[in-house]
């Protein structure tokens, strides 16, 4: 609130070159709004907006108090929020979860880890080794081996790739390129292989939850020992995985402003963020909360001031809007995929996506980036016509796959990604509201607009 105070009465030097023809934008109320939203987004009584959480429920229903405010309509036929189930790791026994060959048997333990998104499952049979377990142009470590061999066998990667290899071999060296790989060949048992200690070695569970949808067991084992007994065993062995799970509630938040137009513009910015790093966070920084002001606090007030401003300014647009709050972005895309999926219209009609996903520093970067440009030709015209803002704005083809635009283009929705960067704070406890660049804010909230108007020119792209 102190900087709140100071920031009213402050000379704000909010002015950027060149605002947006007939519209009337630029003053102080709309810094002190979108400071509020982040303030409140990213504050400790949130605890990290981790779905499932009192926390993500109160910001849910800020979104939504906001949306009613402002005057949308209810998207969903339940009202303005769409629940879904977010896969939660509970409880993995020791003594229910091991590797044996023969008389020797590997309990759940330092040396051996398993996937919290693994499947209750018992498998007896040969294993099948296919070194790192590459495809690529340059690389096939599945040469010789039929793809339909790999369904009843218990599949051996090596985890640790030699530095030529993983450089040749690009994106196809990532752990989970290869098990979708292994996935793909009718993998349904996979372990990996490493000889290092799991302490210098240890995987994230948030590299498993990527891979949580794709119903393939994964278990790691650790140490030369084991490693190589399993790896040259002859006889056949036992791997028995038992995890017991729960479902986390998320809430996709979304309203429509339906001016009657034929043609449906979205706006989407994710809320959700890690809690106190329970599934995907710094076992050193457990129990700390990550407020997130950035990611992605700082999208979610954009979103709620570019609909703020439509308010205002009646007769700016010629679409139908859409604004979604989404969750479990976090956790792979699950809110927005799971709404491309169930969504309450014909997602056909929807004609762009704008996802607004950590805007908040660009004091750091200096720039903004706009990903995916190649989703539709008509991106570039209109990012290039861009010139009524001071910002240095990157346009980048890549689709950047890690945020909720992804699920649009995968639907075939031409879809854009706004970010600022990656920081030092990103996915730590010290993204807070004090780092955020205000004036930055205000501009990518312009810009926002100016993409808007710009749309007016078109229905649909190609």
């Known amino acids: 609130m102190k900087y709140l105070i100071i920031t009213f009465f402050s000379c704000l030097s909010i002015y950027v070159n060149g605002q947006i023809e007939s519209f009337d934008f630029i003053h102080k109320e709309v810094e002190i709004r979108l400071m509020q939203d982040i303030e409140f987004l990213s504050s400790d009584d949130l605890s990290g907006r981790l779905p499932g959480t009192p926390g993500a429920n109160l910001a849910s229903d ?26 939660r790791p509970t409880d993995i026994p020791k003594n229910r979860n091991y590797i044996a060959i023969a008389k020797d048997t590997l309990y759940l333990s330092r040396k051996l880890h398993v996937s919290p998104y693994a499947l209750t499952n018992d498998f007896i049979g040969n294993a ?18 039929l793809e339909t061999s790999l369904n009843d066998k218990l599949v051996l990667i090596e985890l640790d ?29 996979i372990i990996l292989l490493s000889k290092k200690n799991s302490k210098n070695n240890k995987i994230s569970n948030y590299t498993f939850s990527k891979l949580q949808e794709i119903d393939v067991n994964v278990s790691i084992v650790y140490g030369k020992k084991w490693s ?3 790896h040259r065993s ?33 706006i989407g910015a994710h809320y959700d963020h890690l809690g106190k790093g329970q599934y995907h966070g710094s076992r050193k920084l457990s129990g700390q909360v990550y407020n997130g002001a950035d990611d992605n606090a700082s999208g979610v007030s954009v979103m709620l001031e ?3 401003q439509l308010n205002l300014n009646s007769g700016f647009i010629r679409s139908n809007v859409v604004f979604i709050a989404f969750s479990g972005e976090e956790d792979g895309l699950i809110g927005s995929k799971y709404f491309v999926k169930n969504c309450p219209f014909d997602p ?6 704008i996802n607004i996903d ?54 075939g929705i031409p879809a854009i990604m706004l970010h600022t960067g990656i920081h030092q704070d990103y996915h730590t406890p010290s993204d807070d509201f004090e780092k955020i660049d205000v004036s930055g804010v205000v501009k990518i909230t312009e810009v926002v607009l100016q993409i808007l108007q710009k749309l007016n020119k078109f229905s649909h792209f190609k």
Request: hydrophobic share 40%.
């Open 161 to 189: 790739i030699p530095k030529n290899k993983k450089k040749k071999a690009g994106d196809k060296s990532k752990i989970s390129s290869r098990i979708l790989e292994a996935k793909k060949r009718g993998a349904k048992n």
């Open 358 to 411: 950590m805007v908040g520093r660009l004091n750091n970067s200096d720039s903004l980036t706009i990903y995916a440009t190649s989703s539709a030709l008509e991106w570039e015209t209109i990012i290039n016509d861009l010139t009524k803002t001071e910002i240095n704005i990157k346009n980048v083809a890549e689709i950047f796959p890690r945020s909720d635009h992804a699920a649009f283009i995968d639907a």
């Open 228 to 230: 190589r007994k399993i």
């Open 234 to 266: 002859k006889k056949p062995i036992i791997s028995v995985t038992n995890v017991s799970k729960r479902n986390a509630e998320g809430f996709n938040v979304g309203g429509v402003l339906d001016i009657g137009a034929n043609s449906t513009v979205l």
């Open 128 to 145: 099948l080794y296919v070194s790192h377990g590459i495809y690529s142009d340059s690389i096939n470590d599945y040469e010789g081996i």
């Open 348 to 353: 056909s009609i929807i004609s762009q996506m």
């Open 62 to 87: 800020h979104i939504q108090d906001a949306f009613q405010r402002l005057g949308l309509k209810p998207l969903f036929n339940e009202g303005f929020k769409q629940a879904f189930n977010i896969p």
């Open 306 to 308: 570019v609909l703020n």
